[in-house]
Each structure stands twice: as structure tokens, then as C-alpha cells.
């Protein structure tokens, strides 16, 4: 069973508009989640995470929003470079467990 | 300070054959997890090593098996390939510590195909 899941697997945005990415969760026993982008050839790379204990974490142009209650999480990517086009992938851990569970990643497209 | 890296970069082999896939950890980091990325779908956890021992596993069956090394180096070896095995091999290291766990960071992969 998906316990992580990206419902879209591609998302086209114009240069500079916001580009928002979703993920959700069936496991209440994860407690961190985390976004990794990655390139074709490359492996995936890190890019923000959120704990449980918040809703919302910010690091430059990327936050992610965590809604526990819909057990949703959200990328916002603002505003949307050409570099960001990639294959976002959600990841969460938790029940005392470092391993990670993924999703099958969504492909941007950030067009000039 | 380095990344982590794997090798072979790519990799063939043909069906019942055995492979060993290599992996460093980034420096200051003491874990390595190992996952397989199948085409078309996210990585799946494989296993993870701790301490040069295995700290929990995937739902893979035993003829994978890994080693970690007291330079905190892995690998992964696959015995009996079959064409199911056809994946991307991504290592991932981090940091256990007293308060808990730090981020993973992946390497590039090994792309290996089974014919």
C-alpha cells in the first residue's frame, strides 16, 4: 500500500508564477517529512523538511505546509525558475524509524 | 567537506549473477541507508546500517545483504540478480546522534540493468 502519495505525476507553471506541489499521507505514526528535488542522472537532492510539531517552514523561495488534520503536506515554490523544473519527490519517517517512505514524485516543468 | 558517492556509476549483468554496489558517506555522518528506485516510482527503502550493523530493513528478501565499515563506508550486494532487480541503487547517508536523527543525504546512484 502507497503510505505516501503524489496524485500528480506532472506539473507545468510559467516562469516566476507560483508553482505548488502536494503529498498525502495514510500513516499517522509519521512525524517528519521532507521534500528532495532530483535531477535526471543525479541523485535525489534535499530541499526543505517540516516536523510534526509545525505547520509551516519557510526557506527562501520553498515552504511546505503540514496539515495534520487532512494529513496533507504542500511545496510552494515562489517564484518558479526554469532551474526548478525536476522531479519533486515527498518523503515522511516516524514511528521511530530514520527510514524513509516516498512518493513517486511529481515532475515540474517551469517554462520560460 | 565531501559528498556521497557510489560506484559503478552503471552497471550489467545477466540473470543469477551477483553484483556489490559501493558506497562513502559524507563526512561526520555515521549511517548509511540504501534504497531502490524503480522506474517510474519512488525509492524504496532497502535497508540501513548503524554501527556496522543492520538497523532496520525493507521489505527485500535476504539475498540482499549489505556490509558498513568502520570508515562508515557500505555496500549493497545482490545475489541471484533477476530482471526485477533492474534499478537505481541510491545510498543515503546521515548523522544518529543523542537527540536524534539528522537529515539524509543521497548519493548519485548506481543505475544497474539485468539481462
Known amino acids: 500500500d502507497q503510505q505516501v502519495k503524489q496524485n500528480s505525476p506532472s506539473l507545468s507553471v510559467q516562469e516566476g508564477r507560483i508553482s505548488i506541489l502536494n503529498c498525502d499521507y495514510t500513516n499517522s505514526m509519521f512525524d517528519y517529512f521532507l521534500w528532495y528535488k532530483k535531477y535526471p542522472a543525479e541523485g535525489p537532492t534535499f530541499l526543505i523538511s517540516?516536523?510534526?510539531?509545525?505547520d509551516k517552514n519557510e526557506d527562501g523561495r520553498f515552504t511546505v505546509f503540514l496539515n495534520k488534520s487532512a494529513k496533507h503536506l504542500s511545496l510552494h515554490i515562489v517564484p518558479s525558475q526554469p532551474g526548478d523544473s525536476a522531479v519533486y519527490f515527498c518523503a515522511a519517517r516516524g514511528g521511530g524509524s530514520e527510514k524513509l517512505v516516498f512518493g513517486k514524485g511529481t515532475k515540474l516543468t517551469v517554462n520560460p | 567537506e565531501t559528498g556521497v558517492t557510489q560506484s559503478p556509476t552503471h552497471l550489467i549483468k545477466t540473470r543469477g549473477q551477483q553484483v556489490t554496489l559501493r558506497c562513502s558517506s559524507q563526512?561526520?555522518?555515521?549511517?548509511v541507508s540504501w534504497y531502490q528506485q524503480a522506474l517510474g516510482q519512488g525509492p524504496q527503502f532497502i535497508f540501513q546500517?548503524?554501527?556496522?550493523?543492520?538497523?532496520g530493513r525493507g521489505n527485500f528478501p535476504p539475498r540482499f545483504s549489505g556490509l558498513q565499515f568502520p570508515n562508515y563506508s557500505s555496500e549493497l550486494n545482490v545475489n541471484a540478480l533477476e530482471l526485477d532487480d533492474s534499478a537505481l541503487y541510491l545510498c543515503a547517508s546521515s548523522r544518529i546522534w543523542t537527540g536524534g536523527w539528522e537529515t539524509q543525504y543521497f548519493g548519485p546512484g548506481t543505475r544497474l540493468l539485468v539481462l
Open positions: 563526512s561526520g555522518h555515521n549511517t
Open positions: 517540516i516536523s510534526s510539531i509545525k
Open positions: 546500517y548503524y554501527r556496522e550493523e543492520e538497523n
